[in-house]
């Protein structure tokens, strides 16, 4: 794995670094050595940029599937067992998430199983966490979990208010940890609680 992959920067530099020359000779007009000179004087390639170079090189030779260079697959894989994330991965060599998965599917490479958050079923629908944090349905118009349960209880949200947490746990759902508060108020309501806490903490 090592040699291959010195290999694999290697092969990547040279090309980058002759497709600068080409492009120096043809669109600026320099002489070869003049060339040659500003090469060896700019900084060499970071692993991510000769990673690029590489996969657009390999890129017209295949289909992107099992006919990509075994060394680059090894990379490939080296990077998302690092990121944990098809989507990460292929951000960083250039190509789509289901590009990535049907490489890996094609040369055996086993994948993560996917965790799912837990979904939470109420009045007849279901809510499921964003990056957030906050359960939304999963359909419809997307409404918040912790504003259903209020209002179900309550009434309407009046205008130019919001329901928040008290203690801050967003799976929190109990309506005596939920309130309904003026927007302005509710940043102030959690600073002072995340003041009170730091004042606990300390010795």
């Known amino acids: 794995m090592a040699s291959s992959a010195v290999r694999y920067f290697e092969r990547a530099a040279g090309d980058a670094r002759d497709a600068v020359a080409v492009q120096a000779r043809t669109k600026i007009g ?119 349960i209020w209002e179900r209880a309550n009434g309407p949200v009046p205008a130019g208010h919001q329901v928040t947490f008290k203690n801050a746990d967003k799976r929190d759902f109990r309506i005596e940890n939920l309130a309904c508060m003026p927007i302005r108020d509710v940043t102030l309501f959690h600073h002072a609680r995340h003041t009170a806490a730091k004042d606990r903490a300390k010795p």
């Open 30 to 148: 320099l002489a070869p050595d003049r060339v040659r000179a500003l090469l060896e004087a700019s900084r060499p390639l970071t692993p991510e940029e000769a990673r690029r170079a590489m996969v657009r090189q390999v890129r017209p030779k295949s289909c992107g599937r099992t006919g990509l260079p075994r060394y680059a697959v090894e990379l490939m894989y080296a990077d998302y067992k690092r990121l944990r994330s098809l989507s990460k991965t292929g951000r960083l060599h250039a190509r789509t998430r289901q590009s990535m998965y049907q490489i890996f599917q094609a040369h055996g490479l086993p994948l993560y199983e996917r965790r799912f958050q837990r979904k939470i079923r109420f009045a007849g629908r279901e809510f499921t966490p964003g990056k957030d944090g906050y359960y939304r349905a999963t359909s419809g118009d997307r409404r918040q979990l912790h504003y259903v």
